[in-house]
């Protein structure tokens, strides 16, 4: 167990349609990163969250959007959903700091587009 | 932007070979991390090099930091059933982290 709680495990929509992934970082960790996996790809970045201030962008469409709140987790937006979406979404966490970098993992949600 | 080659691409291994996986980048980087991923899980963090030259080990996996920083290999000794996965190394340099596609390894009983 990483410590990061991601919410839900499991999501079914439909085309158009706008869900919210929810993330919990590991206890003391001020950064959060998102992540897509499709059907056998690699992990594609997204974007970064440091203390409630976006630090890094990725590959996010236009249609995604995120943000940290001051408890520090983090929710990820996805609207006007298409079939294409459908993948592997993973949060990070790391502690920030200078010299801790490293990223650990929460279980992912798979989110299923009809 | 930075980018890393990871090889290779899928392994087929016997049950108690060892295995060889390494990713290389034309940028260096300040730290590497190694990652596994079971099917439908998160990647899980195996070993993290933080000097170049560093040669970690955790059990029968090993892993170093290329001297030139540019590189970093991975070693599982014995191999058993359970190593089966996708094990993913990441580089990173300040908070900018660069994931590699991936290695997926079978072992066959």
């Known amino acids: 167990d990483s410590g990061v709680t991601q919410t839900p495990k499991h999501l079914i929509t439909a085309t158009g349609q706008r869900v919210t992934l929810r993330c919990s970082p590991r206890?003391?960790?001020?950064?959060v990163y998102w992540y897509q996996q499709s059907l056998d790809q690699g992990l594609q970045f997204l974007i970064q969250?440091?203390?409630?201030?976006?630090?890094a962008k990725g590959n996010i469409l236009e249609r995604f959007s995120a943000q940290q709140f001051p408890d520090l987790h983090s929710e990820l937006n996805l609207s006007s959903l298409e079939l294409g979406d459908s993948a592997l979404y993973f949060c990070?966490?790391?502690?920030?700091?200078?010299?801790?970098?490293?990223?650990?993992f929460g279980p992912g949600t798979r989110l299923t587009v009809t | 932007g930075q980018q890393l080659n990871q090889s290779p691409q899928s392994m087929f291994i016997q049950e108690g070979e060892d295995v060889s996986m390494n990713c290389t980048s034309s940028?260096?980087?300040?730290?590497w991390l190694w990652y596994k991923q079971d099917p439908g899980e998160g990647p899980v963090l195996l070993i993290a090099?933080?000097?170049?030259?560093e040669l970690t080990s955790n059990g029968r996996l090993t892993a170093q930091f290329g001297i030139t920083r540019k590189d970093s290999f991975l070693n599982i000794s014995a191999s058993i059933p359970s190593d089966v996965g996708i094990y993913f190394c990441?580089?990173?340099?300040?908070?900018?982290?660069?994931f590699g596609d991936g290695t997926t390894l079978t072992v066959k009983p």
């Open positions: 090099l933080y000097k170049a030259g």
């Open positions: 940028s260096i980087f300040n730290t």
């Open positions: 990070a966490s790391s502690p920030g700091t200078l010299g801790a970098y490293e990223q650990y």
């Open positions: 990441a580089g990173q340099l300040m908070s900018k982290s660069t």
């Open positions: 206890s003391g960790d001020l950064s």
């Open positions: 969250y440091y203390n409630g201030e976006e630090r």
